[in-house]
Nanobody
Framework: VQLQASGGGLVQAGDSLTLSCVASIRTFSNYYMGWFRQAPGKEREFVAGISWSGGSTYYSDSVKGRFTISRANAKKTVYLQMDKLKSEDTAVYYC????????????????WGQGTQVTVSS
């Protein structure tokens, strides 16, 4: 397993949740990391991305201001802090590794995690 996501669960609207994704990729710091999500009946969508050193981040409009992506290269881990959760955030969340932000946005993904379910009750 190259990427192992965890931290999902059932929460109420307005709550917070933090997802983690641990990589077994040898050159983790060479990858732009991202989070995607897929709700039932919908296509998988980009949520957030973070550059190799963590100095740059990028968010979809639907989560901007509520979600924060971060990474710890020494731990080969990327995080997604989700605050002020809404029912529309309910989805399976996937972490992903790509060469660049454009690669993530274009779905040119090198590695996908297995997904973790986030359910937000209203």
């Amino acid at each position: 397993v190259q990427l192992q996501a965890s931290g999902g669960g059932l929460v109420q609207a307005g709550d917070s949740l933090t997802l983690s994704c641990v990589a077994s990729i040898r050159t983790f710091s060479n990858y732009y990391m991202g989070w995607f999500r897929q709700a039932p009946g919908k296509e998988r969508e980009f949520v957030a991305g973070i550059s190799w050193s963590g100095g740059s981040t990028y968010y979809s409009d639907s989560v901007k201001g509520r979600f924060t992506i971060s990474r710890a290269n020494a731990k080969k881990t990327v995080y997604l802090q989700m605050d002020k959760l809404k029912s529309e955030d309910t989805a399976v969340y996937y972490c992903a590794a790509g060469g660049t932000l454009k690669a993530l946005l274009d779905r040119a993904i090198d590695y996908w995690g297995q997904g973790t379910q986030v359910t937000v009750s209203s």
